[in-house]
């Protein structure tokens, strides 16, 4: 099994010059079929726990929920850059031993590609905030509003867990409170569960914070200084009904 594609790649920890204790944690896709590029991919997974080599062992993953425009991402730039490739490398030949202006018109085409895959390949930096905010917990860094139903299906009722009539209301009182990494979890889940609009808008609010930008700048730039900035986040069993294991599976 291979997969495709990142999303809010993040180094949590490069390791020691073995790469023992790296920690990197990324989005991706399951490819079902592929030659060179996909051909037909599968489910939406979060992977952490990555080996350095082949021989390292399965990495860990949960399911995500599946996202067309994800997938759409993925196939355009690694089509795209395949077909750059060729272009870029075919035109000298059709510029000596045919003609300059189809090789020239294959030149570009081909720049013009390999420019199409870069930009297409480029990634959303709010979904790197979001998960440098909720920080490094048991499923890797994955985002609450990107799991599966059937994890959501495993998730605390509010109400029952912190007294609070919705994840919304969690959110913004702990936001009052300045208890940032807490706020966005219930700011995600709030996504996932309850009003995705109004998730979503506290979700920016959080980030918007002066503090929380200010802080976010420097632990973008040294994912390990999370700690230090916002101290240690909430355990990922505060929120499920669950032990984590149970939706953990390994993936080649």
């Known amino acids: 099994m291979s997969v495709a594609g990142r999303r809010a790649e993040i180094l949590w920890r490069s390791g020691n010059l073995t790469g023992k204790d790296r920690q990197i944690t990324y989005d991706t896709v399951v490819v079902r079929l592929g030659w060179f590029a996909p051909l037909s991919l599968g489910e939406t997974v979060h992977i952490w726990d990555i080996p350095m080599t ?3 062992g399965p990495c860990k993953a949960i399911r995500l929920r ?5 997938k759409r991402r993925i196939f355009t730039y690694n089509w795209a850059a395949v077909f750059a490739f060729i272009f870029l490398i075919g035109s000298p030949f059709l510029w000596a031993q045919v003609h300059p202006i189809p090789g020239a018109i294959l030149l570009l085409a081909g720049l013009g590609l390999a420019v199409w895959a870069f930009v297409a390949s480029r990634d959303d930096p709010r979904h790197r905030s979001i998960r440098l905010l909720l920080g490094l917990h048991e499923w890797g860094s994955s985002d609450p509003a990107t799991w599966s139903k059937k994890i959501l299906k495993d998730v605390v009722d509010p109400q029952e867990a912190f007294g609070a009539p919705s994840f ?7 936001l009052k409170k300045k208890r940032w990494a807490e706020a966005m979890w219930a700011a995600r889940l709030a996504t996932a569960l309850e009003d995705e609009d109004e998730g979503e808008a506290i979700t920016d609010e959080i980030l918007d914070d002066p503090d929380v930008s200010d802080r976010l700048y420097t632990v973008a730039r040294d994912p390990a200084a999370r700690k230090q900035e916002f101290g240690k986040g909430p355990r990922l069993d505060q929120w499920l009904e669950c032990e984590p294991e149970k939706h953990i599976f390994g993936v080649e």
């Open 54 to 56: 082949r021989f390292g």
């Open 66 to 70: 599946a996202d067309p425009a994800f």
């Open 168 to 174: 919304a209301i969690r959110a913004r009182k702990s």
